[in-house]
Nanobody, 120 residues
Framework: DVQLQASGGGLVQAGGSLRLSCAASGFTFDDYAIGWFRQAPGKEREGVSCISSSDGRTYYADSVKGRFTISNDNDKNTGYLQMNSLKREGTAVYYC?????????????WGQGTLVTVSS
């Protein structure tokens, strides 16, 4: 079974940093794209970042460019989202997901979310 487990969320002050992890099992991690999404209270889910395993291309939402960094450790079957200079609007449940076509377009499996709360 394909499983994704996001972790690393918590309470952080504005301007601080967190690193989220996405532990994957049931598939070969370095064959597919891993994406990160978030859903803030009362808002729709939005894409944050994605990394393509085949060529390492990365994508970022404009709202996080220059502050967030996505990466993978294929040996550990784990993806990461390093979040720096966090803003209050970054408060959300963060999810990781896998795109089996490696295109960062259509995500097939999702992990449970991890809550990030950014305080002023």
């Amino acid at each position: 079974d394909v499983q994704l487990q996001a972790s690393g969320g918590g309470l952080v002050q504005a301007g601080g940093s967190l690193r989220l992890s996405c532990a994957a099992s049931g598939f070969t991690f370095d064959d597919y794209a891993i994406g990160w999404f978030r859903q803030a209270p009362g808002k729709e889910r939005e894409g944050v970042s994605c990394i393509s395993s085949s060529d390492g291309r990365t994508y970022y939402a404009d709202s996080v460019k220059g502050r967030f960094t996505i990466s993978n450790d294929n040996d550990k079957n784990t993806g990461y989202l390093q979040m720096n200079s966090l803003k209050r609007e970054g408060t959300a449940v963060y999810y990781c997901a896998v795109d089996m076509t490696d295109g960062c377009e259509s995500f097939d499996y999702w992990g449970q979310g991890t809550l990030v709360t950014v305080s002023s």
